[in-house]
T-cell receptor
Framework: GAVVSQHPSWVICKSGTSVKIECRSL??????MFWYRQFPKQSLMLMAT?????????EQGVEKDKFLINHASLTLSTLTVTSAHPEDSSFYIC?????????????FGQGTRLTVV | GNSVTQMEGPVTLSEEAFLTINCTYT??????LFWYVQYPGEGLQLLLK?????DKGSNKGFEATYRKETTSFHLEKGSVQVSDSAVYFC???????????FGAGTTVTVRA
């Protein structure tokens, strides 16, 4: 299957700093990428959807100024957590779809464990 | 709206036992249905999928059949192994949308 690489796998940062997480589709062009947040022992919560070359669409309740998403190319999307605080500590997962028509499955990155201290 | 309900865990089994995880859904039209598996500390991997009624998805000994009449997509495996210990998510994509809706996840632990 297609490969989605997410980097870094884990990061620890100080409160007030910003952290950037990258999501790359390695062997296909991802017209649409999704960013999820997962709290311990809970399901995935969709944060936003990004299409290459356009602004991301955020889900209700997600602060767009805090979680900056950029989808500058067909193989790369980034999520920047700005002015991170301990409550932003979570597992962030991206997924990518090729969107070539019909039902295209989503391929997931391995996730990024963010800890804000 | 669209939603997925799956049985609550955790589920603990002995090796070679039979596993069933129930999943039912609510959606308009004919959604595509998926099972994803998440191993500890990792992202999600697609386990199997079905895109129309009566389709059976299968992979790694796991099976699930798309039942339109009962709006269900139950996951089964006849003989589990310790390596099957993971969190399993049922999910759907509606026919008129592109976003995945996930169930809450079921944690499965298989003991030797």
């Amino acid at each position: 299957g297609a490969v989605v690489s997410q980097h870094p796998s884990w990061v620890i940062c100080k409160s007030g700093t910003s952290v950037k997480i990258e999501c790359r589709s390695l062997d296909f062009q991802a017209t649409t990428m999704f960013w999820y947040r997962q709290f311990p022992k809970q399901s995935l919560m969709l944060m936003a959807t990004s299409n290459e070359g356009s602004k991301a669409t955020y889900e209700q309740g997600v602060e767009k100024d805090k979680f900056l998403i950029n989808h500058a190319s067909l193989t790369l999307s980034t999520l920047t957590v700005t002015s991170a605080h301990p409550e932003d500590s979570s597992f962030y997962i991206c997924s990518a779809r090729s969107g070539t028509g019909g039902i295209s499955e989503a391929f997931f990155g391995q996730g990024t464990r963010l800890t804000v201290v | 709206g669209n939603s997925v309900t799956q049985m609550e865990g955790p589920v603990t089994l002995s090796e070679e036992a039979f596993l069933t995880i129930n999943c039912t859904y609510t959606a308009t039209g004919y959604p595509s249905l998926f099972w994803y598996v998440q191993y500890p500390g990792e992202g999600l991997q697609l386990l199997l999928k079905a895109t129309k009624a009566d389709d059976k998805g299968s992979n790694k000994g796991f099976e699930a059949t798309y039942r339109k009449e009962t709006t269900s997509f139950h996951l089964e495996k006849g003989s589990v192994q310790v390596s099957d210990s993971a969190v399993y998510f049922c999910a759907l994509i509606p026919s008129n949308d592109y976003k995945l809706s996930f169930g809450a996840g079921t944690t499965v632990t298989v003991r030797a």
